[in-house]
């Protein structure tokens, strides 16, 4: 397992060794105790989700302020721009990003530890994404920063997109809080 620790340190891209022969392919998805020597965290994760998006959608940015989630992140189809946003009000990064191209031809996966706000753009006709997390969704508790955020000024390579105009995003995310929001609370 090779990883890269991204702009934000706690936030890691892991690449995996992958074998493969014109048969197809085989890779060790995850292991317990290579997580643990490559992040140092020792997390259990409780749920897995699986989501699929056509070319375009932007899921997020999305927290919990109780029962916050690390999340393991990986595409299995297509191709995605996955973020990640410091909200550790604590921390030196706070109000930073972190980013990463993630596809179902490089397996990557990327750890988005608790206390962060995770998002993702889909740049493939569709996408579909896996994620481990740490803790249950917990609806009363799930908040949004909007992606377009101007004070957190992601990057969302809008140059690369293969269509025009604005992502397409949910009610929720599109009334989601300005960041200065949580600065403040």
Same mark, same amino acid.
């Given at each position: 397992?090779?990883?890269?620790?991204?702009?934000?340190?706690?936030?890691?891209l892991?690449?995996?060794?992958?074998?493969?022969?014109?048969?197809?392919?085989?890779?060790?998805?995850?292991?317990?105790?290579v997580?643990e020597?490559?992040?140092?965290?020792?997390?259990?994760?409780?749920?897995?989700?699986?989501?699929?998006?056509?070319?375009g /959608?932007?899921?997020?940015?999305?927290?919990?302020?109780?029962?916050?989630?690390?999340?393991? /992140?990986?595409?299995?189809?297509?191709e995605i721009? *996955?973020?990640?946003v410091?909200?550790?009000?604590?921390?030196?990064?706070?109000?930073q990003?972190?980013?990463?191209?993630l596809?179902?031809?490089?397996?990557?996966?990327?750890?988005?530890?608790?206390?962060?706000?995770? %998002?993702f753009? /889909?740049?493939?006709?569709?996408?579909?994404?896996l994620?481990?997390?740490?803790?249950?969704?917990?609806?009363?508790h799930?908040?949004?920063?909007?992606w *377009?955020?101007?004070?957190?000024?992601?990057?969302?390579?809008?140059?690369?997109?293969?269509?025009e %105009?604005?992502?397409?995003?949910?009610?929720? *995310?599109?009334?989601?809080?300005?960041?200065?929001?949580?600065?403040e609370?």
């Amino acid at each position: 397992m090779h990883y890269e620790r991204l702009s934000i340190p706690d936030v890691i891209l892991m690449t995996p060794k992958v074998f493969g022969d014109e048969r197809g392919f085989f890779m060790e998805s995850f292991n317990q105790r290579v997580f643990e020597e490559v992040t140092d965290v020792h997390a259990t994760f409780v749920q897995d989700n699986h989501s699929r998006s056509r070319q375009g /959608v932007l899921r997020g940015l999305h927290y919990q302020v109780e029962q916050p989630q690390g999340k393991l /992140v990986r595409v299995i189809v297509g191709e995605i721009l *996955d973020v990640a946003v410091d909200i550790r009000k604590n921390s030196a990064t706070f109000g930073q990003w972190a980013s990463a191209r993630l596809s179902a031809y490089h397996h990557q996966q990327l750890w988005v530890p608790e206390g962060f706000a995770h %998002g993702f753009l /889909v740049l493939s006709e569709v996408a579909e994404v896996l994620y481990k997390t740490t803790d249950y969704y917990a609806p009363q508790h799930e908040r949004s920063i909007r992606w *377009d955020d101007p004070t957190l000024a992601i990057d969302w390579q809008r140059g690369s997109w293969p269509w025009e %105009g604005e992502p397409q995003v949910s009610d929720k *995310d599109a009334s989601a809080n300005n960041f200065h929001t949580l600065a403040e609370d």
